[in-house]
C-alpha cells in the first residue's frame, strides 16, 4: 500500500521551516528538512520553484519532478517526523531521471 504524501500548505511552516530547517544541496536541487515531533510519524512535503528557473511552463514541470521524485521514493523513507522542502535549480532539467532520484535519496537521507 502507497503512503500518502503530505503537502505543506502553510506559510507559517514554510517560514519554520526556513528559520529551523537544516540545509543540505546537490547540483539539481536543495533541501531544509526540519523534526517535528507532532507530525504522529508522517512527512510533510514543499516543494518551492522560483521565477529565476524560467517562465510558468518549467516551473510546473519542475514541481512535477520533485512530486515523481518524492512519490517513487517515500517507501524507502527511514526517519518519521520531518517536514521536507525541496528547492529546484536551473540544472534539473538536464539531469536524467535515475541521477536526480540517486541525488534525492542522498539528500534525505544526509543529516
Known sequence: MAKKIHIIKKKID????????????????????LYDKNLNDNYKF??????????????NKAKRIMRELTKRNILKLKRKNFFYVFSAKKGLFNT????LEKEFRELVIKK
Not at 514543499?46 to 516551473?59: D, E, H, I, P, S
Open 14 to 33: 514554510f517560514i519554520k521551516i526556513h528559520k529551523y530547517g537544516k540545509f543540505s544541496s546537490s547540483n539539481n536541487f536543495s533541501i531544509k528538512k
Open 46 to 59: 514543499g516543494y518551492k520553484v522560483t521565477k529565476k528557473l524560467g517562465n510558468a511552463v518549467k516551473r
Open 96 to 99: 536524467p531521471f535515475k541521477e
